[in-house]
């Protein structure tokens, strides 16, 4: 007998929630935002429309299922079963923050504050929480299956993100690897760098720091849509020197195709959309493989 769909709805603390941790009171909140020009009535307005679409959501759910609720903080820890129907209440990176977490599961993006959050991810309202949910779990559902990208380490470590994947030193330093596609190295034609670091980043990511990259380094290759099978990467920075180059600085990837770095330093983390407080750690002749996951994001549109 199978279970009854189970709906995780997916939060972060607001910002009034986070002051109160912080300064114990809402007066003393209060004093403290005043005292840098800033009012709490804002703040404590965009808290009460995040609960009262929790709450909203949260009554949207059909009587025969099961309910949970799970913080942003918490994600790390929290175990995603096969049959749930995951609802991200909240911002778009939210979003992205749950979906290294995710095997195929579809996703409701509900947006808290529409006008103030661009809507890429959380398209729709929390009143339509009711008729989405039931649509997510019908046969012929309409998703969009966006296309995410994974690091594999030597070592079976494996990271997947929705927008894009660093690489780079833990702090201000150096990192120094080196740095092919697939094969190369074995063949000794993979080149040795020293940068600030390497972002690979998916159609999704391409409207944020993957766009940055783009428009700075004035790159000719076309952005990937989020659903594309296409991957775009650069590197952070490169510095010339006797032994490091600075010849492959950007590339992309298709479907099958990977990019292999080397680590040639004391420590480098890899971490995905932002997430730096789970991150993988790789040191001195360790590889990591990057390119396109196998999972994908199911976003119910």
């Not at 059909?62 to 913080?71: D, G, I």
């Not at 959050?117 to 299956?145: F, K, M, W, Y």
């Not at 296409?230 to 990019?259: C, D, H, I, M, Y």
Request: glycine fraction near 10%; aromatic fraction near 6%; charged fraction near 25%.
């Amino acid at each position: 007998m199978s279970l009854a769909p189970r709906a995780v709805l997916v939060h972060r603390r607001t910002e009034y929630e986070e002051l109160i941790a912080r300064h114990g009171t809402h007066g003393q909140a209060a004093f403290f935002l005043s005292s840098r020009g800033r009012s709490i009535d804002e703040v404590l307005r965009r808290h009460e429309r995040t609960r009262e679409a929790l709450r909203e959501v949260a009554a949207a759910v059909p009587l025969t299922w099961r309910s949970t609720r799970v913080e942003r903080a918490d994600l790390d820890r929290f175990l995603f079963a096969p049959e749930d129907v995951v609802v991200v209440v909240g911002q778009d990176g939210l979003v992205a923050n749950t979906a290294k977490y995710l095997f195929g599961q579809p996703v409701v993006g509900i947006d808290t504050d529409p006008g103030r959050n661009p809507g890429v991810l959380v398209r729709h309202r929390r009143t339509d929480a009711s008729a989405l949910l039931r649509a997510a779990v019908a046969a012929g559902s309409a998703v969009e299956e966006l296309t995410m990208v994974e690091a594999v380490a030597d070592d079976t470590q494996r990271l997947v993100a929705l927008n894009e994947i660093y690489l780079g030193p833990p702090g201000h330093q150096t990192a120094r690897y080196s740095l092919g596609s697939e094969g190369e190295e074995d063949a000794g034609r993979a080149e040795a760098q020293a940068s600030s670091g390497v972002l690979v980043g998916t159609g999704t990511g391409a409207t944020g720091w993957l766009r940055s990259l783009w428009l700075e380094r004035g790159s000719p290759a076309r952005l990937p849509a989020p659903c594309e099978r296409r991957l775009l990467w650069f590197v952070r920075e490169a510095w010339p020197s006797p032994t490091t180059g600075t010849t492959r600085v950007a590339g992309e990837l298709g479907q099958g195709q990977g990019l292999r770095l080397t680590v040639e330093s004391d420590r480098m983390v890899v971490f995905g959309d932002g997430m730096e407080g789970d991150a993988l750690e790789l040191t001195w002749g360790q590889s990591v493989r990057l390119g396109i996951a196998g999972t994908s994001l199911r976003l119910v549109v």
